[in-house]
């Protein structure tokens, strides 16, 4: 571990829960960073309300099972990981600590899991793999000039990444009326290393309001099921899309040919008002069957949270902000504090419910009496349990 991401003992000894990180990690961060992070779009009710939904799926423990190895252990994209989370991309997180990237995927290097990258990450996915060796995926997304997401593409390859995660839901970016509060459209110190060379940034003014500029022209509402398809046949690498939200959508995607897709409303950053992406989770796995790789992200902030979204069908989750926080308050050792905790949770979980291994978790483990948690858009939220 580098010294820039060594923590003092100190900082580590008192946040014992996600969200005892996120308030030191809002002491810490420039305000208008830690605004970025936090925030949403329109109304930010969305945290509250996949709060409200994942809060009101209540669990139903089983006794006298004799459960006394408990193995968390997942299969994703033929890959094996002690613990079914992993880390979703995160933009811009050399504001979260020094070489951020670095120091998340160092967190998941030492963990066992996978970082996403961010297309918008303040690092090269070359010199992160290379300072890392964890297991990688790329996000990514279809810009205008194809030549922008075919080079990334082929650093991502380079580097070792195991898959491409297209991100589908940002046609348009949501109205986040924190940032226009704070000014916020990147951060002072911000690079793009693997959307433009030095060189290239150098060209455009190399300021924030010229690449923020740039960002949005190439940014392509235009794109269909096609483009997927063009993704698909320039690479060899699984391509996960992220942003599915209906069944429509999921089963469309089996129809691509896709590896697999991460149900996902990007964290309520873009419409305040769309579903709960763990709402729609057992309709999906309805529409698409059991083999389909399904990831989910949005509020997960514990291990109980980790059981309802696989007992509703997900293979695994992400988490984005919560890692943000640990890294903020304690660099790598912070992102893996946050980790150890959801484990910890998750096993502790799993024991008290009798569950000996993931694949035994099902819709019989939850309980809510006004939602049919087993198929159809009757398993989607509604104003009844609200
Ligand atoms: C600060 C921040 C930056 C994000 N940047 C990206 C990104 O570059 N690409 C992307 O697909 N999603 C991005 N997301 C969305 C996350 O990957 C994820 O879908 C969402 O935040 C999950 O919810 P959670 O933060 O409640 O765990 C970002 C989220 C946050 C909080």
Redesign the pocket.
Known sequence: MSAAVMPSRKTLSRPQTLADFEQLAAKRLPKDYYN???GAAGDESD?AY?RRYLDSLRLVHRVLRGSHTIDAQCSILGSTYTHPFMI?????LGSACKRGDTAMALAAKEFGTVF?V???ASEEIGAVARASKADLWQ?L?IYKDREITRDLVRRSQEAGCKAL?L?VD?PAVGIRYRDRKSGFTSPRDFRLPNVLSAAAMARRGNTSASVGKFLSEQRNATLTWKDVEWLRSISPLPVLL??ILSREDAGLAVQSGVAGI?V??????QLDALVSPVAMLSSIRAAVGKDTLILV?????SGTDVIRCISLGANAV?????L?WGLAVAGTAGALRILNILAEELKNSMAILGVSRLSELGPQYLFNPQIRLDSGYAAAPSAIWL
Not at 88 to 92: E, F, H, I, K
Not at 264 to 269: I, K, M
Request: glycine share 12%; aromatic share 10%; net charge positive.
């Open positions: 970025y992070v936090a945290f996949c979703a991309p995160s933009a811009y996403t961010s297309t918008l996000q997304y995660v991100t940002q992220k942003g991460i996902s409303n990007h964290g309520g950053r992200d949005g509020g997960i902030r992400l988490l984005a902000r919560p943000v």
